[in-house]
């Protein structure tokens, strides 16, 4: 018996547009379909579960219909050509999705694979057949390798799929799946394949450029600009949505405020630009935070320097763990901004909804007089229902500012003694207490001690310097070479002195010495009021170049005849090693006639000579 044999026509000019309309028309409509669906499933919108459904669907719905549409060409006779297309283009087509997972792309291609095998069935010895399932094979390894970038470049993918067409249509045996095939009809199909890609593509590219459009305007709308965190618009949507839930519902939900607390003393310290990176960072730290515990919570940024966060289905017990990890997160973390290390720290009102609460405005006040307590109880703190839970603040570290602040250092064999050095004191204030102190806590990068540095020098006279380093500092390589490079470039001119409020080693000494005294910057020990032996000392004194020894009082200098043994004896140990010799905290003029009529010590600081100027940073 022999078997059917089915000859596609070559179409007429006006058949041939037809059915092009027709083909192109169904296509983009499916595109559209095919793209709404996949914009709405993205996976920040879905859990992973759900995606994987819903990709599912996707690839159900398009290896469904593109199958359907290929065996439709076996039934029919004069739409053949159309119909084997459609199926064809339509499965190959979806190929090229940014979104397409791995076991989806091999789905689709296996598809392809079997249409393939179909056309040339019988024929599996010819050398077209190995010719046209290599170049498919490649033409497949670089849609999957370039996906993200074909789909929105329109020449590149009417160049693949025009490729896959080829491919196809003029490399088929005269005899293919019952139909009789000639090379005007593959040339004819090429064409009905490329118009249809031509439209499709231009359909895509432009409902591409819209939904991006669309996205912008979204996240203008909905998303603040500056920090990213949500708007106050869609923080008042989504607050009302969740509020009008919970009380239907009879489900918890709690509302946070966050206050950055002295927020105008750093704009005007360090300026908006600062004010506005310490903001971005706030903002980041929150999100990272939250993310952390899901992502169930969202940041809104609803004022200046305020943050609000809604807690669904949550009592304010169960989000204080997530709140008191946000408080602690921010008040750890310092915000760099132009060579400033900033730590800022967050007021924190919670409140849980009430059934008495008659709208959103009954829940936001409580959460706002809660945030108020924090305020009143010193900042830097987090209150629930009108309980502060972190009031200990003789423990906090309330860090926004810092700067140097200079002190003249004296020689007073000199009428009237005569300046011989600034020493350069890094201060920070505390806002609790209103005072600028000495700060204790973490060392602020070597990076922000010298542009502190550098703007304190620009404001005085080229007198020899004094600045405070930890001893970790001093032996940091990289903070070696720092010292050295603005010892070269800012100050090539003035003496530089680092002071050392903590004992080395020997070995540490040994190490750094040669290193700073070869850039011509001297190495003192400081405070040596504290309980230094001459045994752990000696050792230093030839590393060294000078000695600081503090007092305090006039009364102590005059009481403790310990502490007169003390100054004589490290001024003798000075003198006999040609060490600089200096007494600090200097207070009047019987402790410089002290100083120098009885220890003979020529070089003095205090507040006798001169007092600081700090600025006040609490009005």
Not at 346 to 364: C, N, P, R, W
Request: hydrophobic share 45%; net charge negative.
């Amino acid at each position: 018996m022999t078997p059917m044999v089915m000859r596609l026509h070559l179409l007429s000019p006006p058949m041939f547009i037809t059915q092009v309309l027709i083909a192109s028309v169904f296509m983009a409509g499916f595109i559209s379909i095919y793209q709404r669906i996949g914009h709405r499933i993205t996976p920040e919108l879905l859990t992973p579960w759900r995606h994987f459904w819903v990709r599912v669907v996707l690839v159900v719905i398009s290896l469904g219909i593109g199958t359907m549409f290929h065996l439709m060409g076996y039934i029919v006779n004069y739409n053949a050509m159309m119909f084997h297309n459609m199926g064809l283009f339509l499965i190959s087509f979806t190929l090229i999705d940014e979104e397409i997972g791995l076991w989806e792309y091999l789905t689709r291609l296996v598809c392809i694979l079997a249409i393939w095998a179909m056309h040339h069935a019988g024929h599996f010895a010819r050398p077209q057949f190995a010719l046209s399932l290599i170049g498919l094979l490649l033409v497949a390894a670089v849609i999957y390798r370039y996906k993200a970038r074909l789909r929105d470049r329109f020449w590149f993918t009417a160049s693949v799929m025009a490729y896959i067409a080829m491919i196809f249509w003029l490399l088929l045996p005269r005899l293919s799946a019952g139909i009789q095939m000639s090379t005007p009809i593959a040339w004819q199909a090429i064409g009905m394949f490329i118009a249809m890609d031509i439209v499709a593509s231009s359909y895509w590219l432009q409902q591409h450029h819209v939904d991006l459009k669309n996205e912008k305007l979204s996240q203008l709308a909905n998303y603040d600009t500056l920090t990213n965190a949500k708007t106050y618009s869609l923080y008042q949507h989504d607050i009302t949505t969740l509020f009008q839930t919970a009380k239907t519902e009879q489900t918890p939900l709690t509302l946070v405020t966050l206050d950055i607390d002295h927020f105008k003393q750093i704009n005007d310290h360090y300026g908006h630009l600062a004010g506005n990176a310490i903001l971005v960072g706030i903002a980041k730290t929150l999100a990272r935070v939250l993310k952390k515990y899901g992502d169930d919570q969202q940041v809104y940024r609803t004022g200046g320097e305020e943050f609000n966060i809604l807690f669904a289905e949550m009592t304010p017990q169960e989000a204080l763990p997530i709140i008191t990890d946000c408080w602690q997160t921010v008040r750890q973390q310092y915000y760099t901004y132009d060579h400033y290390d900033v730590r800022v720290t967050l007021s924190i009102g919670a409140t849980a909804l009430q059934a008495t609460d008659q709208s959103v405005e009954d829940l936001y006040k409580r959460a706002d007089e809660n945030l108020y307590q924090s305020k009143r109880n010193g900042r830097d703190a987090i209150t629930i229902e009108n309980q502060t839970q972190n009031n200990q603040h003789h423990e906090t570290e309330l860090l926004a500012t810092y700067v140097f602040f200079n002190q003249h250092i004296m020689d007073v064999t000199s009428d009237p003694p005569q300046i011989i050095g600034d020493e350069l004191s890094l201060r920070a204030y505390d806002y609790e207490h209103k005072t600028w102190r000495e700060p204790h806590d973490a060392t602020l990068s070597i990076d922000t001690q010298l542009s502190l540095l550098e703007q304190a020098l620009a404001q005085q006279d080229a007198h020899p310097i004094f600045i405070h380093l930890s001893l970790d500092q001093l032996c940091h390589e990289p903070s070696q070479q720092r010292i050295l490079t603005f010892k070269q470039q800012v100050i090539p001119e003035q003496r530089l002195t680092l002071e050392l409020f903590t004992l080395p080693t020997l070995t540490q000494i040994q190490q750094v010495a040669a290193i700073y005294h070869q850039a011509q910057i001297r190495i003192v020990l400081d405070q040596l009021e504290q309980p230094f032996t001459l045994k752990a000392v000696q050792p230093l004194l030839p590393y060294l170049d000078g000695i600081n020894f503090n007092i305090d009082q006039l009364t102590h200098f005059q009481k403790s005849a310990e502490l007169q043994q003390q100054i004589t004896f490290w001024a003798r140990i000075a003198q006999q090693q040609h060490l600089e010799f200096i007494i600090k905290g200097v207070e009047n003029q019987a402790e410089v006639q002290k100083a120098f009529n009885i220890f003979h010590i020529h070089y003095l600081q205090g507040y006798y000579f001169d007092r600081p100027a700090l600025p006040r940073l609490d009005q």
